[in-house]
């Protein structure tokens, strides 16, 4: 099983719409937890990290779910500008405390 | 605050033969590291600095891949001989803190051809 592991979609969803994408993560020692948006040949740049009790930002929205061991990223209202690869980043607890990437998933907002 | 500086930005080479690539920090973050991004996949960890010291290097090709961070700052990566494989976009990243909630703050990366 991969450390982190995301659907590469593409999601293709029309402008207004709300998505939702998950990420699984192997370790359940993980504490750190982020999504990060990547546009096409550019570096990846942090959306925002994701807390224990679930977090907002505008149209955003992150949750945690431990038990499941998974996160997932709410997009509501598209905008064509939303249209990006989001990655999945969780931490191994080893001695090292890794961040870990998932592979991404692409997002294609349509007018 | 000024970001993650990068050189270059791209680099074509042939197999077989060698490069290295350069990485300034944000000033004051602890913490550095490289990861290698092949075209469709995510960012992939090859070596983590804290300070000057190595804190895993597990993914990184030992042998034909070298990097450093001396005086805990500025770092290169270095890659000798070069493999087709190696064609890929090398990010370097650096945080505030090893172990805590401190995200990733990356360069633009240099995009390396090996032909």
């Known amino acids: 099983r991969k450390e982190v592991e995301q659907d590469p979609g593409p999601f293709n969803v029309p402008e207004g719409a709300t998505v939702a994408f998950n990420c699984t993560y192997s370790n359940s020692a993980s504490q750190s937890f982020f999504w990060y948006r990547q546009d096409c040949r550019k570096e990846p740049k942090l959306l925002m990290s994701v807390y224990s009790s679930g977090n907002e930002d505008g149209r955003f929205t992150a949750q945690l779910n431990r038990a499941s061991q998974y996160i997932s990223l709410l997009i509501r209202d598209s905008k064509l500008s939303d249209s990006a690869t989001y990655l999945c980043?969780?931490?191994?607890?080893?001695?090292?405390?890794?961040?870990?990437f998932g592979s991404g998933t692409r997002l294609l907002v349509r007018p | 605050e000024a970001g993650v500086a990068q050189s270059p930005r791209y680099k074509i080479i042939e197999k077989r033969q060698s490069v290295a690539f350069w990485c300034n920090p944000i000033s004051g973050h602890a913490t550095l590291y490289w990861y290698q991004q092949i075209l469709g996949q995510g960012p992939k960890l090859l070596i983590q600095f804290q300070n000057n010291g190595v804190v895993d290097d597990s993914q990184l090709p030992k042998d034909r891949f070298s990097a450093e961070r001396l005086k805990g700052v500025d770092s290169t990566l270095k890659i000798q001989p070069a493999k087709l494989e190696d064609s890929a976009v090398y990010l370097c990243?650096?945080?505030?803190?090893?172990?805590?909630?401190?995200?990733?703050?990356f360069g633009n990366g240099t995009r390396l051809t090996v032909t």
């Open positions: 980043v969780v931490n191994l607890m080893d001695s090292s405390y890794k961040l870990i």
């Open positions: 990243a650096s945080s505030l803190v090893w172990i805590s909630n401190s995200p990733l703050h």
